[in-house]
């Protein structure tokens, strides 16, 4: 097990919810708890050692495919991860 603390926060919750995605972002917060640096890395590299950091989930015959936006925060102990934005594949919304 890691010792890697993952959440999802209330708003990226509610719109996974209202895209029926709850159950996959539950499993990217699983899967961000083992791999904390599993997304692309989005502007420079920081001394304080905070990462943003972008992935994506793929669609399924319930959910649409959704780009994930997260902060990594390793220092201070214990390292974590928080799920800050969802964005649907365009068109979803619409």
Do not use: C, F, N, W
């Amino acid at each position: 097990m890691s010792d890697v603390i993952a959440v999802v926060t209330a708003r990226a919750a509610r719109l996974a919810k209202a895209l029926g995605a709850e159950q996959s972002l539950e499993e990217l917060r699983r899967e961000l708890e083992l791999m904390p640096r599993l997304g692309v890395l989005l502007g420079p590299h920081r001394q304080d050692g905070l990462e943003v950091r972008k992935t994506r989930i793929e669609a399924t015959s319930g959910a649409p495919g959704l780009a994930v936006a997260y902060v990594y925060t390793p220092a201070p102990p214990p390292p974590t991860v928080a799920i800050t934005s969802i964005t649907p594949d365009d068109g979803v919304l619409e």
